[in-house]
């Protein structure tokens, strides 16, 4: 495995990092507690020592496998990162969607970063984790309703108690990271990223590298449709939120798969999946820190965490960054 340091900290994680929220089962349709529980001690032993959760994942059930699949590894071997600003269990802040809940119920989530709900929802965290401290808390999204000051002079209060080692974003643009940046030191973003979905190129991501925050890519397989096992009538499980997504219409679909076909060939070179291929390319782009790469069972995480063995060379990267652009990424 390979690691970087986050941002202007000390803080290293592990370039390919578990993410969560598939684990969590919450619109994905469902989980399999300890499918999740062996896929993130699959992917440790594989050098994939951080893990990214959020209690919104399951209304907290995510974190509780994350804590269950740590139990026994030493701790300063882990980097744990989760988030806080999406409340379930409090109608207060801005309403961000209508939902269900994994046993089916209905549940209003809302966007809130108050100063209080920072403190709670971080005490929780901890308890389901099993730990004394995150290693990253993130705002899980903007909280328009309250100053961005405020909820990061929470966050500085958990840094002063050892509950928080360092302080990062989730969802934000610029002008709200150089908000931000005037209580706290901000260390990283964590950013909507793939192959097919690049906007956050055009602004976020340069601002980043010119204020060395690192950016944290999430679905940088565009929640499984870079893995070329999409086909136009792929059927997804009841409360999966891939339906009715943009990305997953059949002539997206279709479109996707064709520009996958052109650059498989270097996969097979390469003895690498296409999976693989996308994560190596991801983790090379100018700004890409880490991709955060979900896995709901065993085999998954290894063939994430074996994507850090392939290797592509500028000529190789080019390659691709041309058929992407032909096929009209």
Excluded at 12 to 35: C, P
Excluded at 91 to 113: E, P, Q, R, T, W
Excluded at 202 to 213: G, L, M
Excluded at 271 to 286: D, F, I, K, M
Aim: proline share 3%; aromatic share 10%; charged share 25%.
């Amino acid at each position: 495995m390979e690691y970087r340091k986050i941002g202007n900290s000390d803080l290293e994680l592990s370039v390919i990092t578990f993410g969560a929220w598939a684990a969590g089962g919450w619109m994905w349709g469902s989980t399999d507690r300890n499918d999740a529980i062996n896929a993130i001690k699959a992917g440790f032993d594989l050098g994939v020592t951080s893990i990214d959760t959020a209690p919104i994942y399951g209304q907290g059930d995510s974190e509780e496998i994350v804590g269950d699949a740590i139990k026994g590894i030493s701790r300063d071997k882990l980097q744990i990162v989760t988030k806080f600003g999406m409340r379930w269990d409090l109608d207060k802040g801005k309403l961000a969607m209508k939902s269900k809940d994994n046993s089916g119920k209905d549940i209003d989530v809302y966007k809130y970063a108050g100063k209080e709900s920072v403190i709670y929802e971080c005490e929780q965290s901890l308890k389901r984790l099993g730990t004394d401290y995150i290693d990253l808390y993130q705002i899980h999204w903007p909280d328009v309703t309250t100053p961005i000051s405020e909820t990061f002079e929470a966050v500085n209060k958990l840094i002063e108690q050892g509950k928080v080692r360092y302080a990062g974003v989730c969802n934000y643009n610029a002008a709200q990271l150089k908000e931000a940046a005037e209580t706290i030191n901000i260390i990283s973003n964590q950013i909507p990223f793939s192959m097919v979905n690049r906007g956050v190129e055009d602004e976020t991501v340069p601002y980043c590298i010119e204020n060395n925050q690192s950016v944290l890519a999430y679905s940088p397989m565009e929640r499984g449709l870079l893995t070329g096992k999409i086909a136009t009538d792929y059927k997804f499980e009841q409360g999966d939120h891939r339906q009715g997504n943009p990305f997953f219409k059949p002539e997206s679909i279709e479109k996707t798969n064709a520009f996958l076909t052109k650059i498989k060939p270097l996969a097979d070179e390469k003895n690498a999946t296409l999976s693989q291929l996308v994560l190596r390319w991801t983790v090379e782009r100018p700004g890409i820190t880490i991709a955060l790469v979900g896995a709901r069972n065993e085999k998954q995480a290894v063939q994430n965490a074996k994507a850090i063995n392939v290797k592509l060379s500028s000529d190789e990267i080019e390659f691709i960054n041309n058929q992407l652009y032909s096929a009209g990424f």
